[in-house]
Every structure is written in C-alpha cells, then in structure tokens.
C-alpha cells in the first residue's frame, strides 16, 4: 500500500511563496497519477493539481492556475507543489493523493484517488 507523507506547509503573508512535498511511504510513486487537493476551513475538499507519472501533463485548478506548479521527482519519490503569490483565500489543509489505477489519466475527482496523506496545513494572512 502507498502512504503519501505531505509536508512543508505553514504561515505566511500574502504575496508569499510555499513549497509544499509528498513523499511516499511503503511504496513508489513513480508509476501514478499524483494529486494535490485542499480543503478550506468549512468547506469541501477540493481539486488544485495534478500529474501524470512521467510529468509530462498537468492538470490545474482555474483558481490556481499561473500561481501554482506540479512537478515530481521520480528519483526522489516525491511530487511537490510549489505554491507563489499566494492568497488568504489559499488557506486551507493541502493532501496529497494517489491513483494508483492511472499513470496517464489526469483527474480532478477526488473518488478516483485511492490513498490520501494526512494533510498539512497552510495558512495564508493578510
């Protein structure tokens, strides 16, 4: 089973940059779809980006889209999300997903993801 450890969350103002990872535990990332989804205070969670194995294709969130950027390393068995210009309305609890059914298939649902990480945390102030 793949456990996707997120990390590199935290606190910062507005206008600031985060870089967010996801390392797997138990088994390779290297042949799966990767996910990231957020989940805002109150709300339901969802979609902000996604990669294919080979990182050849991308897939974003219009709400995030020229600020956001999915990338992996497949050496390091982990996929980052490099987060900049960021916003209040970005705070929110990030996980890391797997689809472990797809290499190639980008998806924004979060149904067709099978394992989650525990979250982390990223809090944006005004």
């Known amino acids: 089973q793949v456990q996707p450890v997120e990390s590199g969350g935290g606190l910062v103002q507005a206008g600031g940059s985060l870089r967010l990872a996801c390392a797997g535990s138990g088994r390779t990332l290297t042949n799966y779809v990767m996910g990231w989804f957020r989940q805002p205070p109150g709300k339901e969670r969802e979609f902000v980006a996604a990669i294919t194995w080979s990182a050849g294709s991308t897939l974003y969130a219009d709400s995030v889209k020229g600020r956001f950027t999915i990338s992996r390393d497949n050496a390091k068995n982990t996929v980052y999300l490099q987060m900049n210009s960021l916003k209040p309305e970005d705070t929110a609890v990030y996980y890391c997903?797997?689809?472990?059914?797809?290499?190639?298939?980008?998806?924004?649902?979060?149904?067709?993801?099978?394992?989650w990480g525990q979250g982390t945390q990223v809090t944006v102030s005004s």
């Open positions: 997903a797997v689809d472990r059914h797809f290499a190639t298939r980008l998806s924004a649902r979060t149904g067709d993801y099978d394992y």
